[in-house]
């Protein structure tokens, strides 16, 4: 199946935990991003790579890091994990136009 | 002002009715707008792009720009109740294109 996939699917840590969440698409393209979904459904971007540079580094507690190894993988860690992150995490990618296709997203609940 | 305006619904309609969504922006040089359709615990999927002025219609969805007064809408035809979802509207910011900025979604509800 060509897509944006995502792991995990749920994510149950504590507070201060750090954590990964990995992203591949198997689409061919070039940008990729991470987006954050809070609670009130508002979808926000994070970071985005373009061909393994990063591109927009929004105004992110730098706890988060992404980290591109190459153009068709986007991972995401974050360390000493906080309440206020729990949200749900979606990795997408474009390569036209900006057309974004969305990965399934992690549900992360920080306890 | 926010930079993507959407009314949080819930929208209802019955079905068979036409489910018109409405969007404005205020970066008046933004290029690229799309429509994406969100179910319930589920990711956002691209439903309809649009660049230029007018219609464009594919299938039961007609997506209509209107740059000058900063508009776009989504039009739904013989809503559906699987049409049910949140709908969110993206704009491609004029300042970084490989940013879009959504909005905060309309809810749309088709009720037999």
């Known amino acids: 199946d060509t897509a944006v996939s995502q792991t995990p699917k749920y994510l149950v840590t504590q507070m201060g935990n750090d954590k990964s969440i990995k992203c591949e698409q198997n689409?061919?393209?070039?940008?990729m991003y991470w987006y954050k979904q809070d609670s009130k459904k508002f979808l926000k971007i994070m970071f985005s790579?373009?061909?393994?540079?990063?591109?927009i580094n929004e105004t992110v507690p730098n706890r988060f890091s992404p980290k591109s190894p190459d153009k068709a993988h986007l991972n995401l860690h974050i360390n000493s994990l906080e309440l206020g992150d729990s949200a749900v995490y979606f990795c997408?990618?474009?390569?036209?136009?900006?057309?974004?296709?969305f990965g399934p997203g992690t549900r992360l609940t920080v306890l | 002002q926010k930079e993507v305006e959407q009314n949080s619904g819930p929208l209802s309609v019955p079905e068979g009715a036409i489910a018109s969504l409405n969007c404005t922006y205020s970066d008046r040089v933004s290029q690229s707008f799309f429509w994406y359709r969100q179910y319930s615990g589920k990711s956002p999927e691209l439903i309809m792009s649009?660049?230029?002025?007018g219609d464009k219609e594919d299938g039961r969805f007609t997506a209509q720009l209107n740059k000058a007064s900063q508009y776009v809408s989504l039009l739904i035809r013989d809503s559906q109740p699987s049409d049910s979802a949140t709908y969110l509207c993206?704009?491609?910011?004029?300042?970084?294109?490989?940013?879009?900025?959504f909005g905060t979604g309309t809810r749309l509800q088709v009720f037999p």
């Open positions: 649009i660049y230029s002025n």
């Open positions: 689409l061919g393209h070039d940008t």
């Open positions: 790579y373009n061909n393994k540079e990063l591109i």
């Open positions: 997408a990618s474009s390569q036209i136009n900006n057309e974004q296709f």
């Open positions: 993206a704009v491609q910011a004029s300042y970084n294109t490989d940013k879009l900025i």
